[in-house]
Structures are given as structure tokens and as C-alpha cells.
């Protein structure tokens, strides 16, 4: 299955509503990208957010940048519609731009360099080659000290780890949805976790691949800034 599935209204619904404000650890992951932006060598006057979904980490690196606007892409009309209604309050500072992001002419969409560029489970959807690429397009709109953070659902080493991964997510998307009072178990959650749509159109690599390519760009300062099994935040300065 495509990523062609982020399109569809349900599929987009269900993340927003479920998944996107239960991911583990998801405050310290905001927490790691705005450190890591904040030691940028030069100002972030101007971001771009790719696959920004409802607009959620564009809208967290503008409050923390309040000198600086925001273009956040995405191709799925309700995710669009929801970021329009997230950035809303940032005004002019922020804009909402159709692109699809598998297709290397998505550029033609945005104008200018930024200073940063972020994305948040979104370039996963990619087919590996189209990583690299995009990854390369990325280098070409940042100016020189501009930075890249990635946040994103990388491949775990074994399909024990895998497992791993897939039974702490199961546990911990179970813990709340038990504190909202639904009567479900982890063993439920686990087959509804491992049987969502959107599943399918996960493309995970292994994120030391992933700094590699950035490294094999010319993106310097390249880490893996944090990481939670298949949950990692990773980038790199040009
Ligand atoms: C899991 S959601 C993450 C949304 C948001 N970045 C966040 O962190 O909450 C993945 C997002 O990537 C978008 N996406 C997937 N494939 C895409 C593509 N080819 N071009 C543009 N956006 C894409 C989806 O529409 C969706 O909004």
C-alpha cells in the first residue's frame, strides 16, 4: 500500500485523534528538536515543515521562534485543512502548502531557502531512493549553518526488536486509552496496532543509514540526537 493512504479522511482522523498526541515520549522528542535548533549557528528566521500532518511541530518551532515564519507541506487534503486551522493563529507568519513529497518537482511549490527544515513521520512514507533525494533537496534550501531535524519511524536491527518495539507501543497506547476508561487490553491494542491501515505504507530504514546518507550529502554535525527503539530524532547542519 502507498503512502497515498494519508489522503483518506479516516486515516487522518484516527491518527490525529489516537496516535499522533499518545506517541511515546512525544514532549521530550519537542523537546530534543527545539534544543537542537536552538544551537544553530545562524538564526532561524525561516522554516519549512515536511509532511507537517495537522501542523503540530511547525506551530511548536514557531512559539519557540518567534522572529520566525513557517511553510508546512503535506498532500493530504485533511491533514492540510487541519494545519490551516492550527497555524491559523501565527497569522502571516505561517502558510500551508500542497506538495506531494514523492515527487521531486513538490520544490516548485515553496520559494526561497530556509534556515531550518523539520519533519515529524512523514518521510518514512518514502521509498528509500526518494529519501536520499529529498535528503539531497533538503541540503540545496538550507544556506550554509542551516539545519535539518528529523523526527522519525526508523528500522529496528532484528524482528525481535522489532517486537520489542511493537509490544511497547501496544502497552503504552493501551495505558491510555485506559486512563480515557476504554476496557481494553495490551493483547488488543497489539493486533489493532499491528492491523492499521496506515501500516502498510510504512518504508522504515535504520537510522544509522539514514545519518550516513545525510553525512554522505555534506550535511556536518550529524547524530542521532535521541532515540526510543523505532522512534528516533536524527539531522545534521550543512
Ligand atoms: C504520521 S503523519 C505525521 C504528521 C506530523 N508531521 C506529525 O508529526 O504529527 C504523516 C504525514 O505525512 C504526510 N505524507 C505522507 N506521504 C506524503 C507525501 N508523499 N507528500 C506529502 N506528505 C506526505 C501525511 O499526509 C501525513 O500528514
Redesign the pocket.
Known amino acids: 500500500m502507498s ?1 497515498e493512504v ?1 489522503k483518506d479522511h479516516g486515516v487522518a482522523t484516527a ?1 490525529l485523534n489516537e496516535r ?1 498526541r499518545l506517541i511515546p515520549d512525544r514532549p521530550r522528542q519537542m523537546e530534543v528538536i527545539l534544543r537542537v535548533l536552538r544551537s544553530a549557528p545562524r538564526p532561524i528566521r525561516r522554516v519549512l515543515d515536511l ?4 501542523g ?2 511547525l506551530a511548536s518551532v514557531l512559539e519557540a521562534n518567534p522572529q520566525a515564519s513557517g511553510v508546512a ?4 487534503p485533511p ?1 492540510l485543512e487541519q494545519a490551516r486551522v492550527t497555524l491559523a493563529p501565527f497569522g502571516p507568519r505561517a502558510s500551508v502548502v500542497e ?4 515527487d521531486p518537482s513538490w520544490k516548485r511549490a515553496i520559494e526561497g531557502s530556509f534556515d531550518a527544515v523539520v519533519s ?3 518521510i518514512h ?2 521509498i528509500d531512493p526518494r529519501k536520499r533525494s529529498l535528503y539531497e533537496e533538503i541540503f540545496d534550501l538550507l544556506p550554509e549553518g542551516g539545519m535539518f531535524v528529523n ?1 522519525e519511524h526508523v528500522a529496528s536491527s532484528t524482528p525481535g526488536i522489532q517486537r520489542m518495539f511493537e509490544e511497547a507501543m501496544s502497552e503504552h497506547l493501551c495505558e491510555r486509552r485506559r486512563e480515557r476508561g476504554e476496557d481494553i487490553t495490551p493483547e488488543q491494542v497489539y493486533r489493532e496496532y499491528i492491523a492499521r491501515p496506515d501500516r502498510a505504507a510504512n518504508i522504515l530504514v535504520p537510522v544509522e543509514d539514514q545519518c550516513r546518507w545525510l553525512r554522505e550529502i555534506g550535511f556536518r554535525e550529524v547524530d542521532c540526537f535521541w532515540k526510543f527503539f523505532e522512534l528516533a530524532v536524527f539531522g545534521g547542519t550543512r
Do not use: E, T
Request: charged share 10%.
Open positions: 503512502s494519508w491518527f499522533s509532511g507537517a500532518g495537522d503540530f511541530l507541506v503535506d498532500f493530504s491533514m506538495a506531494d513529497l514523492a515529524g513521520y512523514a512514507h518514502l523526527c
